[in-house]
């Protein structure tokens, strides 16, 4: 076969391979982008062609067919279109009507049911695949017709041979395409018998190695099957004309005298084939090795074969047709050298030698693959072949030699060297197809490879919105499949908040899964993730819940029951309440069917009446959604006491007794045969046999499992780690638990090996700037295999094209000193013991120390500032001088001040991270304090460091609603009033005007119509007189400024009726709960005298509250003699509300009609009654208050 070009490499090799080496030491090039399946990026990719089937290389056909098919298929986007060559010419398929090509694909069907033969469509056919991006080409399909010539007619003398000489019959089949099938019989269809004497040989001649007169007795004739059109063609035969010395009487042969006594002379071994001492043999690698050595002589020679310099490769050589032939199914570089065939009689021997020479048609040692590349990236494609002689090396692209192409702008960034082509920058617009070609005499390879230069925002591929439950405590994994071009950074985000998961619980992968080592309640919440490019960035949302664990507290216990009794087995289960759980039950591994007999509810399972059949292991199973749990019991059925009376002194089972005379045997490396005696069962049989461990080198006395076997075996093949002096015991188990440990057995120790297992953990990281820590587990004791533990570590540059430096260290860390600050580095690691060296670890990739970020944010500023919030901007800095991995810019805010005169605040920093790229970042301050003056500055952090502080901004937030009262006390001064009591909130958030107290009946299950009162700020007590003192009040309170009311704190006066001896002041909290129903239901019976006012919150004469850490003595006896103007409602209250103005014997509903209910200014209430108790209804209550036991005691103090 020829090259598919005809020009050969340029250059010399070695100026070649030199050239390449300097340019990789100073290029750097970008791991090719892997492209996903996933369909929505599959059908917006554009991608050059890529043929995907083809017919072979070699095509031969039947004549006979009605349709010749030539494959070509191809795929790529946009889809590609066909053409052909001939004989290296174009082939204009139009112009020939028996030759079409099919639809959306380039393979072509020739016909020939109105005439033309397929010999005329013999040749060399070439396929090309071609869209926008790029041609890909086929192999060099050479087509020819299968051929099956006749027999010349001939006919054949009488072949004369003297008895005991030798004899070859030629063949001379006629050489057909493919070449037929060889194989002798006689006139009669009769295959000719074949042993040592008579054979065939590998061209197809018969051999006789000496004639038998018998041999006379048939005729011999050659026939050729030719497969394709399953022929067989049939040659004159040959008639043997044997001449004897002596007369011939056939009845006087036998086997073991064939020459029935009469003398025939006896001849030394001569080769018949191959002819002379010495030939050779030239075979081509992975194809099938023949040689043969045919001898003739009286007796019939043997014949064996050596191999000089060597023995045969057992494994791969056969011999056939009995030792004339050696076979080598698949032939490889080392089966070359020099084989001799030796035949011997009784005579003497010969010998012929066969030099064989293994050549090789090109064969692959690195095929160019499809390369992805994003714009500005680096790349390169490799075509590395192999072959006897060396394979020539030529570069294509689109179909076409690539040193005959014309020049273009994205030529630059690309240069060919040999058996590799250098991409630099690539661009938008560089996509072709590649193709290389490698030729020798024997043969050609070819393989396309495209260069595909692509861009795409990132995308998304997961389901949006997933929601993930998982069981408290375990690991869990968060998926978040993303593709783009440039590859994406890929960052999470917990609850829309942080600056990016990775470190402590979380870990972040280069695929873009989240693991959360040990999944916690806290861990709740939506996660994040965002990828980001150059192009543009996508998210998507997983929701954690993390749940309780199913589990089993309540397992069901072995039970021992006699026949016709009932049994119960209890499975008790807790789970998560949000889960629901199915509990079902097997029996000795079967799901169980529960019928009629059997009884199941949620915590047990009852067989009434147990028989026989009902013995075996009961399983209690519960399974929810994402977790299971499972226990087992055994249940014995004992005989009937009244069959059997010997029942009543029958022993419940009991724990098994230990296993005797534990020996070894069957030793190897890494393996030995225990076996033991079984101790007594005890009533309960054996059902797994534990074997336990002690070695005397690293924790001698301390016992070990090694393996769990069932009970039904007691020899067993112990699996051995290496270097270990070991001694056995084992355990017995049955359903009531464990045995005593067996007697130890003799020690046996295990031959060192090298080291199986690859250190864990692998990782660099910087302590300082200038260098990289190289730390790893170490491997366990009984990993070693060997004296001398050590590890091998490389690294190098990661992109540099740099030699791996390596060290040799007892150690398990290794500091690579004098680095550049914050540089990616190859690692890999390997451990080695005095036996050897074991297998290498995967490349991890580590980073050298960090520094000081060299540059600060810039023109920090704020702006829409709210109550709560602020939007920030800032200046960012290039990420190169962060000298470090970027970790967030990170904002140090604290509250300089409140707005509030005399308010003391806290001024605690605080941070808040932002993890952003973009040329204009920002972001939002949340949760700030209303009224308040803060101050704030950015720097930005890398993981040790950060750099100097940007320029200090300045700024105030709004006013906003206040918080809840400090607190909110009710008490009972007499039957009839309330007490209630508030202080001011801590947070104001802006200047209080006044408290605004809402007061709703509670009416059984419903609340009556709210009632609104407001106070001056300087107001925090207030007296109310209960319309109906068997009512239970509901009161919600508020502060009040500018913007609105604040956060209320909600309190529950007592109901009468529940009323007892104790005076009990509840706190209560800010909002409603279950608890302000039992917040006030024990009170002191006294007389009716009002109860002393707590001491209140100082105020000024204005109403104003000083929030300074106290007051003046002249502020306090201002307040001491203040009039009692303060605490007077303003004028258009409804004063028999208020205690201190106006006693009145009116209740509340008696205000149903009177006026439109509403209150100014002064703080009275506002709203109006739409309910008033019918005189039926109050006489009603009147009575029924007369026997209450709680009115009793009141009437008795």
Request: hydrophobic share 30%.
């Amino acid at each position: 076969m020829r090259p598919v070009g005809g020009r050969e490499m340029l250059g010399k090799v070695g100026h070649a391979a030199l050239t390449l080496l300097s340019l990789l030491l100073l290029w750097q090039e970008a791991a090719a982008i892997e492209v996903p399946l996933d369909p929505k990026i599959q059908q917006d990719l554009k991608q050059p062609p890529t043929i995907i089937k083809q017919s072979v290389k070699d095509y031969i056909v039947d004549p006979r067919d009605n349709t010749i098919i030539i494959e070509c298929e191809a795929k790529g986007n946009p889809v590609p279109t066909f053409s052909w060559r001939r004989n290296g010419r174009l082939f204009n398929i139009g112009k020939d009507p028996r030759v079409t090509m099919r639809k959306r694909s380039g393979t072509l069907e020739v016909g020939f049911r109105s005439g033309g033969r397929p010999e005329d469509y013999e040749g060399e056919y070439q396929c090309f695949a071609t869209n926008e991006l790029g041609v890909a080409l086929s192999n060099k399909i050479l087509l020819r017709v299968s051929k099956a010539p006749l027999w010349p007619k001939e006919v054949l003398a009488p072949v004369p041979v003297t008895e005991g000489s030798p004899l070859v019959l030629p063949c001379n089949p006629p050489p057909g395409l493919p070449p037929p099938l060889i194989f002798w019989m006689d006139s009669n269809m009769t295959p000719i018998h074949q042993d040592r004497r008579v054979s065939m040989g590998l061209n197809g001649d018969l051999y006789f190695s000496n004639v038998l007169v018998q041999d006379g007795q048939n005729d011999y004739s050659c026939n050729a099957r030719f497969n394709f059109t399953y022929t067989i063609q049939q040659k004159n035969p040959f008639n043997l004309k044997v001449q004897t010395r002596e007369p011939y009487n056939d009845t006087s042969y036998n086997a073991s005298d064939p020459f029935g006594g009469r003398k025939v002379a006896e001849t030394p071994p001569s080769f018949l084939s191959p002819e002379g001492s010495g030939s050779s043999k030239m075979v081509l690698r992975d194809e099938r090795l023949l040689l043969e050595c045919i001898a003739a002589g009286l007796p019939t020679p043997s014949i064996k074969w050596f191999k000089r310099g060597g023995d045969l490769p057992a494994l791969k050589v056969k011999f056939e047709n009995f030792n004339k032939t050696l076979k080598i199914l698949s032939v490889s570089e080392e089966d070359a050298g020099e084989y001799v065939c030796m035949a011997d009689n009784r005579l003497g021997s010969i010998r012929h030698s066969i030099d064989v020479q293994v050549k090789a048609a090109p064969y692959w040692l690195d095929k160019p693959t499809n390369l992805v590349l994003a714009p500005e990236e680096n790349g390169r494609l490799v075509c590395r072949a192999n072959g006897n002689p060396k394979p020539n090396i030529q570069w294509l692209m689109n179909g076409e030699p690539i040193n005959k192409i014309t020049e273009t702008p994205t030529s630059a960034n690309r240069e060919v060297l040999g058996d590799t082509i250098l991409f630099r920058g690539v661009q938008i617009g560089s996509s072709a197809v590649y193709q290389c070609n490698a030729s020798n005499q024997h043969g050609y390879l070819l393989a396309n490879a495209f260069v595909s230069v692509l861009d795409m925002a990132p995308r998304m591929l997961g389901p949006k919105n997933q929601l993930i439950k998982v069981v408290m405590n375990n690991r869990t994994f968060l998926n978040c499949p993303f593709f783009g071009s440039p590859l994406p950074e890929l960052r999470w985000f917990k609850n829309g908040q942080g600056s990016g998961l990775d470190g402590g619980q979380y870990r972040a992968y280069i695929n873009g899964t989240l693991e959360i080592k040990r999944a916690r309640k806290e861990d709740e919440g939506i996660y994040t993730c965002v990828a980001n490019n150059m192009l543009g960035n996508a998210e998507n949302q997983v929701q954690l819940e993390v749940k309780e664990p199913t589990r089993i507290i309540q397992a069901p216990t072995h039970q021992s029951v006699l026949r016709g009794s009932k049994a119960s087995f209890h499975c008790k289960v807790v789970s998560d309440p949000s889960l629901p759980t199915k509990v079902t039950w097997t029996k000795d591994g079967e799901r169980l069917d529960l019928g009629w007999r059997l009884k199941k509810n949620e915590e047990s399972l009852t067989i009434p009446s147990v028989s026989e059949n009902d013995e075996g292991i009961y399983t209690c199973t519960v399974k929810s959604e994402i977790d299971q749990d499972s226990a087992s019991a055994r249940l014995t059925v004992l005989e009937d006491a009244f069959l059997n009376p010997s029942i009543f002194s029958a022993l419940p089972p009991d724990h098994p007794d230990p296993p005797i005379d534990l020996d070894l045997s069957d030793p190897s490396a890494r393996s030995v045969r225990l076996t033991w005696i079984p101790g007594n069962d005890r009533r309960s049989p054996v059902t797994d046999f534990l074997v336990q461990f002690e070695e005397n080198r690293w924790e001698p006395g301390r016992w070990q499992n090694l393996s769990s076997f069932p009970g039904d075996l007691n020899s067993v093949i112990l699996q051995l780690a290496p270097n270990v002096n070991y001694q056995f015991r084992v355990i017995a188990i049955n359903s009531v638990g464990r045995s005593q440990p067996s007697q130890p057995s003799p020690r046996y120790k295990t031959t060192a090996a090298p080291p199986d297992s690859i250190p864990r953990d692998l990782r660099g990281w910087g302590s300082n700037k200038d260098n990289m820590e190289i730390t790893w587990e170490p491997l366990r004791d009984l990993e070693k295999n060997g004296p001398n533990l050590q590890y091998n570590v490389w690294w190098r540059r990661k992109d540099s094209g740099d030699d791996w430096t390596n060290v040799t260290t007892s150690e398990t860390k290794y500091v690579v000193r004098n680095t550049e600050t914050y540089v990616p580095y190859e690692i890999k690691i390997q451990a080695r013991n005095e036996l050897g060296s074991g297998p290498e670890s995967n490349i991890v990739i580590g980073y050298s120390g960090e520094d000081k970020p060299t540059d600060s944010p810039t023109e920090l500023r704020v702006s829409k500032v709210g109550s709560t919030r602020a939007n920030i901007h800032w200046k960012p800095v290039d990420l190169s001088s962060v000298q470090g991995e970027f970790k967030e810019y990170r904002l140090y805010y604290w509250r300089e001040s409140s707005l509030v005169p005399g308010l003391v605040v806290s001024k605690e920093k605080k941070t808040t991270g932002f993890y952003t790229t973009v040329p204009e970042p920002s972001g939002i301050l949340k949760d700030l304090v209303p009224y308040s003056k803060y101050k704030m500055f950015m720097v930005v952090a890398n993981s040790r460091f950060e750099s100097l502080p940007s320029n200090n901004v300045e700024f105030t937030t709004a006013e906003g609603v206040p918080d809840a009262p400090r607190f909110f006390r009710i008490n009972r001064r007499s039957l009839d009033t309330l007490y209630l009591e508030w202080g001011k909130p801590l947070e104001p958030n802006g200047i209080l005007i006044g408290y605004q107290l809402v007061c709703q009946r509670v009416n059984g299950s419903r609340l009556d119509q709210q009632e609104i009162k407001t106070f001056r700020p300087n107001v925090t007590d207030f007296i109310l007189r209960l319309p109906d003192r068997s009512a239970r009040y509901k009161f919600n309170l508020s502060a009040l400024t500018q913007v609105g009311t604040g956060e209320v704190y909600a309190e529950e006066s007592p109901h009468f009726t529940n009323e007892a001896h104790i005076d009990q002041r509840s706190r209560g909290g800010k909002y409603p709960s279950p608890g302000f129903l039992t917040g006030f239901t024990k009170y002191l019976v006294r007389d009716k005298k009002d109860l002393p006012l707590d001491p209140v919150d100082q105020k000024d004469q204005d109403g104003s509250f000083d929030y300074q850490n106290g007051s003046s003595v002249r502020d306090r006896n201002e307040n001491e003699n203040s009039s009692d103007e303060d605490n007077k409602p303003l004028q258009g209250s409804q004063t028999s509300l208020d205690g201190n103005v106006k006693e009145s014997d009116d209740s509340l509903v008696d205000y149903g009609e009177g006026g439109d209910g509403q209150f100014n200014e002064d703080g009275s209430f506002i709203g109006q009654y739409t309910v008033k108790k019918d005189k039926d209804e109050t006489e009603g209550n009147e009575s029924s208050e007369a026997t209450s036991p709680v009115n009793a005691i009141y009437s008795l103090a």
